[in-house]
């Protein structure tokens, strides 16, 4: 003991006492949060497996191959005898069905309500600002039962049976069908081989980017128009048409038709009403967000450049779109991600309008006595890679943005 | 926004609509389509409200609506809470407007004293879904209608009382805060109870008050002055402790809340419990130790990653085994445990933004003053970036506030819950069911509004203090 | 300085405090009590019928949407004929119906609720699969009521088979054996069909009513209650059809390795049978004066007591406070459109399938 204390003493001039070093303590406070964070999640995770083989509850993933036993709404071609897995990745699809176009809607939307907000016009911005305030203080869920039930199940929409067809002129074909169900509108379909189809145009792509870029370099190199838009839709449609009729024409327009009975509806792309409830209500709400979001990205950009926009004798058009709107992007960008996230992450909320989303379809499958645990689990994981992958391409643009703006 | 800029002298009426509605041919154009096109929506939204809407469903369930399966003998319970929240809510914005006043003056700025009418026109929203309240109640028999008028006159006039806070003389305004504190805590005990063991939040308020005030200046040793701050901490809290030793009566817990009551209470609940672990994780994933910032960082990630939806299925399906076998937890408090832990990893990021935020300089500074790294953290670091993110973590309550509406699909009986077992009532099987979503959407609007506008005000105000 | 050593000296106290507290409650949650958690939750595993008395209520797993099984009134009280049988147990093991406190369930938590011990009893429509009886760790008790699944559609359509259903869209409720069932028998004929689901009726409902199904698929009781319903409001003529889809047996659930507990509850729920075979009802029980021995035992004369942990007057505080089984389907069953008469769940002397164990 007396030596313990002693020893420190002596080298007291040389460095404090062991208990005073910075570098002990790092080392030390590191080792005992990370012991007793480790120490409760051995805890619980030993409580779990103790508490569910004491119970009998399956531990395996086993179930993952076993037959799904139900049908999938709005899904006629899959067999309930397939494995779960199967259901699973029919829901990871929807997720991204009415993730992917909420974000679309969400987008247009929010741009619209953004730049009305600011409208000299006083009734457009009212309005606008009406909007905003009505949708972003509604819970999404609202929103959602509400699109699923006042706006299809009650709304002006007939029953399937007496479905709207719009012909297109001089034809027979459906351009559009219309009930409280499912809407049908014309899609494609193969009719051959697509890989050389898809290389031809993934090629045209890339050649398109290339173009893009000489011409941004000729544009920076001698001043003139570079009309880049123009060049790479060229290239991209040409490499189309080019595909479309080097591989004898493997595409075919597909038009929707409701079947002999009038139960079905056959060939176009069709959308049942729980993705458009989710699709809309969600696009709607994330867009009161991102209206807002756009507005303080405008009003932040300094006013001295719209002045000097003025002063160059640019139109309100062309102050916008070549002065503001591109300033204010790069501010309103990270908030826009957050809020696309938002709205995927919304879409597990389907489950309320039956729409058939990873979320919905999991949580069917474990009442049907799938074990809760392993289920939810691999949603989770599912919705966190995706998180994970956009917040990283998004860490990067960020800085790459940042770099350019000094 | 330009358009609502004050309008120059001798504008005529008719000035103005060319200058706001047909200030060139497309904004002219855009003006003639959407005004009948507005005028029109309005009409068919007020005719719904009004004439076609079949609002029975709300009307005869309003008070299931309000407190759910709450029990009704039980209600004097509720009554109580709200009268002493809105106490609670008086003295606080009594006691703020007084100092906000004080702080004024003493920069030699002339303001106005904020005043009740002013602060109710701020909450217009509520206000009116108040009224629609009991509009209801008066249109059914008295048996709903007492109720509502209990709870409105007695909080409007409890709130009247407790803003008269603001006439305290300046040396008692840390009275003011211990008040209002005091009686949040009592308001929510005078529901869940006065069990010996309510003592905690208590005496932790006033437990931290009698260390600060304890009258210890005239001693010198500061190791006598601490422990004697530590004595008049202790026997405060042991004072308190036997209180409510003394006490000793049971409420009524939460599993027994539902309807807006628990909505708003979960809410808060998870809130408040979410703000001490929310602001370990900004700290942890600021910190300069590897393993920590590691730890924390993959929590908040993950958390955010997520649904949370997938976390409160997770939560019910789950939770309950986590725990040893002997412990139970019902359905509310997993609700609330996992709403605790998710609002943590936002708050916590809400709290990094504020750190990030703040200027090197404070922090050098301190550590000019020879300060170690707890007290600049403590002192000077949270005070400011705290203060700098009260309107964010205002919405961070407003999203948590709409994403309670979630727990309808775990089946706990929440506002929106409250809906489906209406329907399931013989008289509304299929009836009404806009009515009741409509009414649902304007109850959370109305809440959800009111805060919005007071986080934006705050936001004014705190920009403008900077 | 001050602050620093404020805060370590808080966090000591409290923590000596709590400490104090924790070790006079006996290892109680007392912070959670104090937070408002305070009188939730029903009992572990293992000597449930102990907790329950300690606790003096039975937390009872129950469905508060399902018109005649579960729904709650405008004044938040519950009723219907599965929270009677809650109010039976109540009544049988504590002795005072009045002390149940109801837990809302999904159909697709409640067996998880069951086995974490978040609820004592479950009895909530469930039905009795040889998977749940396995998997699920849950013990079906005595079926209170057999149903089957129908499928039901507008009378206007002329449909009778499941045949005339191809391609249709169908309305189920999700996580339910109903689904199951439904893939299960459509799949196994070959009829393709689209199946639209739904959380709860209350969004069925308008939904099949709006013709955005054609059928309707769900435990015959509840198609008869909604046929009645949606009739008795004006609606379109309904049709149930004859084909049953499969067995319903319907009744209360406890968790697995209980023994004492089952037993407690099953024979506080077949009192009520017993009761109705012997004539008793809640107006007579009290004043029976024959001498049939079976009756006396079952009334617990002379402290008859088979050692099923129950006091012996349980049967006769289920019956008067609750009634027999016949008192407790009359009171919900009719009024969704069903009668006792013809169906299994009549009294066996009536050619039911209503038949208890004897009590001696």
Redesign the interface.
Known sequence: MTTETQEPQRRNLARPPFYRDVRVIRVVSQLLAVLVVFAIAFWLVNNLISNMNRLGISTSFDFLFGPTNTAIPYHGTFDPRSPVWQMALVGIKNTFLAGFFGVILASVMGLLVGISRLSDNWLVARLATFYVELFRNIPPLVIIIFFGFAVFTFGPFPIFSESWELKVPGSVNNFLIINNDRWGIPGFTATGALVGFWAILIFGVIVAAYVWLRRTKHFERTGQPHHRVLWFTGVVLASLVLAYFLTGQPVDMSWPVISENRRRVDGGFIANWGWMSVTFALGLYTASHLGEIIRGSILAVHQGQSEAGNALALSAFQRYRFVILPQAMRIALPPTINQYLNLVKNTSLGTAVGYAEITALTKTSVGNGRPAFQSFIIVMAVYLTFSLSISLVLNIVNRRLELESR | ???TAPAPPRETSLDWVKK??F?NWW?GL??VI??PL?LYLAYRALRFLFVTGQWDAVR??L??FM??????DEQWRLISQIMIFALAFGIGLGTNSAASHDRAQDAGLDVERGTIAGTLARMWSLVAFIGLLLFFATTDDMGNLINPFLFVGGGLVMGAVGYQARRLPRRFRNVGWLLTMTFLVIG??I???F???????L??IF??SA??IAPVDRFEASWLR?AL??AA??IV??AI?AVYAAVDT???????W?GLHLTLMVSA?AIVLAFPLGLLLALARRS?????RI?ATAYI??I????????L??G???L??????????????RAIAVMTFFSAAYIAEIVRGGLQALPKGQTEAGQALGLAP??IM??IVLPQALTAVIPAMVGQF?SLF??S??L??????EF?GV????????AF???G??ET?VF??IG??AF??AM?RESQRLERRLRVSR | MKRTKLFAALTALMLILAACTAAEDGGAATTEAAAGGGDGGGAAAGGTLDAVRAADVVVCGVNDGLPGFGVVGADGTYSGFDVDFCRVVAAGVLGDADKVEYKPLTADVRFTSLQSGDIDVLIRNTTWTATRDGQEGASFLFTVFYDGQGMMVPASTGFTTLEDLADANICVLSGTTTELNLTAVFGARGIPFNPVVFEDNAQLRPAYEEGQCEGWTSDSSQLASFKAAIEGEGGDEQFIMAEIISKEPLGPVVSDGDTEWAQAVEWSVMATVQAWEFGLDSGNIGSYSGDNPNILNFLGTDNFDPGLGLSSDFAIQVVTQVGNYKEIFDRHIPAIGLSLEGSPNNIWTDGGLMYVPPYR
Do not use: C
């Open positions: 926004m330009t358009t706001n509605l200030r904004s855009i003006s959407l005004l507005s005869v369930n008070t299931l407190q759910g399966t709450f029990s009704r929510f005990q529901v869940s109870g069990d010996a063991g309510g003592w905690v939040p005496g932790i437990g931290v260390y600060s601490g701050r530590f901490a202790l809290v042991l402790r049971p409420g009524i817990g939460w599993d027994d539902s609940i300069t130790l590897p393993a920590l730890m990630e993950v955010r990653g997520v649904p949370l939806i997938t976390l299925f997770m019910q399906f789950i309950g085994f986590v725990v040893p076998q002997d412990v139970t937890l019902s359905a509310i408090t707890p007290p403590r002192r407003i709409k994403d509406s979630l309808s699909i775990i089946a706990v009986l929106l809906r489906k077992i209406i329907h399931a009532q013989e099987r299929g009836v069911i806009a979503l649902v959407a959370y609007w959800a509004f919005s």
